[in-house]
C-alpha cells in the first residue's frame, strides 16, 4: 500500500546491444549530481545458475521482481488473464528468466529499490527483452527527490530506447506538475495514515502490543507554492 511507479521495459537485439543499452542508462545516472544513493554496476547473469550468487549479494528481490506471471490454459502458456475460463484447464506460473541484464539502484532511505532488468523468458522469442517492475516511493524519507529519480531514470530510459510504457501512480510521469504529484501523495498519506489509526485503535491494548505501521516515520506531506 502507498505510492508506486510501476514501468514495463522492451528490447529486441542481442546480449551485447542490450548490454550496453543499460550501461547507457547507468552512465547517464551516474553523471547525475545529488543523484541516486546507489547505484551498481551492470550485471549480466542466468538467475537460476547463479541463485546462490544473487542471494550473497543482496539482490534476492530484483530476482524476485525479474520473474514474469503466466497463465497455463489447457497446457499452453499465454501472458494474459483468460477472460473465458469455463471448462479451462487454468494454472498460474511464475517463469525465472533464463537470462537477466540487471541494473540496481536506490534512491534514497525508505524508498524501495529500482531494479532496471531486461530478461530472456524460456519459450519466448530469442532476442527479445522485455521485464515488469516497480519502486515504491511513499515511505521515501525524501520524497520529492526520491519520486522524481525514478521518473528520470526512467526518462534515460525512453532516451536511450527501452521503455515500453510507466504508470505513476503520483500522476507525475504524465503530468510533469508537482502540483498533482502533491495532491496524489497527501491523499495516499491520509488513507494510509486513516486505516493504521483505525487498526491501532482496535488492537492496541486488547493484545498487549503497541502496533507501528511504516506510515509512522514517513507521514508524507507536500505542500507547493
Not at 515504491?136 to 520524497?143: E, P, V
Not at 522524481?148 to 526518462?155: C, E, M, P, R, S
Request: glycine share 8%; hydrophobic share 35%; proline share 2%.
Amino acid at each position: 500500500m502507498g505510492l508506486t511507479i510501476h514501468w514495463d521495459l522492451k528490447f529486441k537485439g542481442s546480449d551485447e546491444e542490450a548490454f550496453n543499452k543499460m550501461e547507457k542508462v547507468r552512465e547517464q545516472l551516474l553523471s547525475i549530481l545529488e543523484g541516486f544513493k546507489f547505484i551498481d554496476k551492470v550485471k549480466f547473469f542466468n538467475p537460476t545458475l547463479d541463485y546462490n550468487k544473487v542471494k550473497d549479494e543482496g539482490l534476492s528481490w530484483s530476482l524476485i521482481q525479474c520473474g514474469k506471471t503466466m497463465y497455463e490454459v489447457n497446457g499452453k502458456l499465454q501472458s494474459n488473464y483468460p477472460k473465458e475460463r469455463d471448462g479451462m484447464g487454468l494454472k498460474m506460473i511464475t517463469l525465472s528468466p533464463s537470462k537477466t541484464i540487471l541494473l540496481n539502484l536506490w534512491a534514497g532511505e525508505g524508498c524501495e529499490p529500482t531494479n532496471l532488468s531486461l530478461n530472456i523468458y524460456p519459450g519466448m522469442k530469442e532476442n527479445i527483452w522485455i521485464s515488469n517492475s516497480f519502486t515504491k516511493t511513499q515511505y521515501a524519507k525524501d520524497f520529492v527527490k526520491c519520486h522524481l529519480l525514478v521518473i528520470h531514470a526512467l526518462d534515460v530510459c525512453k532516451e536511450v530506447g527501452i521503455l515500453k510504457s510507466v504508470y505513476d501512480e503520483g500522476n507525475f510521469w504524465k503530468t510533469r506538475d508537482l502540483k498533482v504529484l502533491a495532491k496524489e501523495i497527501n491523499l495516499s498519506t491520509s488513507f494510509i495514515k486513516a486505516i493504521s489509526d483505525s487498526l491501532k485503535k482496535g488492537l492496541d491494548g486488547k493484545s498487549g502490543l503497541k502496533i507501528k505501521s511504516e506510515i509512522d516515520d514517513s507521514q508524507n506531506y507536500m505542500e507547493v507554492k
